[in-house]
C-alpha cells in the first residue's frame, strides 16, 4: 500500500509538471496583409462562395481577391510597397455559366482620381447581403478600390449588379447601408426592463 501511495504521487507530481510546461496557444495574426522576403507586401487572397434563390432557381456565386505577383508593385501614400491585387466574381445556375469576370483597378479609372488610382489596389470583394434583403431579383456585390494600408480609409466601394441574364451595371456606392439585417438588432436593451 505505501508503494501504490509513493506512485501515485509520483505520477501526480509528474502531471503538475507536464501540465506547468504546456504552451499557451499562439495567437494567430488577423492582418489582412502579408510580406514576402524581399519586404513586398500583399492582401491575403481569399475565396467564399454561397447560392441565392431568384424565381425558384438556386444561383450559385463565387467571389474571390488574390495578388498579382506579376505586375508592377504599388506603392501607396506612405511609401509602403505592394503587389497588385486583382478580384473575380462567377455566377452559375447548374451547368449555365451567368457572369465571370476579373476586375482590376483600371477598370475603375473613370471613377477613381487618376493619382490616387496609381496609389490603390483592388482591397476588396464581398456579396452584399444587406442589399439581398431589399432585392431579391438579382445578386448584388461590394467591390472596393483604395490604398492597399489596412490603416487608410481611401477606399472607393463600388456596387456590382449581376442579372439573372448575366447583365451587369457598376455604379458608385454612395450609400452603403451598414445597418442591421434584422429590425431591432441595434437597439440596447433597456437596462430597467424585467429580465
Not at 495567437?27 to 425558384?56: H, P, Q
Not at 493619382?115 to 447581403?129: A, I, K, P, R
Request: with cysteine; glycine share 4%.
Amino acid at each position: 500500500m505505501k508503494l501504490f501511495k509513493i506512485l501515485s504521487l509520483s505520477l501526480l507530481a509528474a502531471a503538475i509538471v507536464a501540465c506547468n510546461d504546456k504552451k499557451e496557444p499562439e495567437v494567430t495574426n488577423v492582418s489582412d496583409e502579408e510580406i514576402d522576403s524581399v519586404g513586398i507586401a500583399s492582401l491575403r487572397d481569399y475565396n467564399r462562395s454561397d447560392t441565392m434563390k431568384i424565381d425558384g432557381r438556386t444561383y450559385k456565386f463565387t467571389y474571390s481577391r488574390e495578388h498579382i505577383d506579376t505586375m508592377r508593385t504599388v506603392i501607396n501614400a506612405q511609401g509602403l510597397e505592394y503587389y497588385e491585387s486583382r478580384v473575380s466574381v462567377k455566377v452559375t445556375t447548374g451547368d449555365e455559366l451567368v457572369f465571370n469576370k476579373t476586375f482590376y483597378k483600371r477598370d475603375f479609372r473613370d471613377y477613381v482620381p487618376k493619382d490616387e488610382l496609381s496609389l490603390s489596389t483592388m482591397v476588396g470583394v464581398n456579396f452584399n447581403y444587406v442589399k439581398r434583403q431589399e432585392d431579391r431579383s438579382a445578386l448584388y456585390f461590394i467591390i472596393s478600390v483604395g490604398d492597399p494600408d489596412e490603416a487608410s480609409d481611401m477606399v472607393w466601394p463600388f456596387e456590382l449588379k449581376i442579372a439573372t441574364n448575366g447583365t451587369y451595371t457598376i455604379t458608385k456606392a454612395n450609400d452603403l447601408d451598414t445597418g442591421p439585417i434584422n429590425p431591432g438588432m441595434n437597439v440596447d436593451p433597456d437596462e430597467d426592463a424585467e429580465v
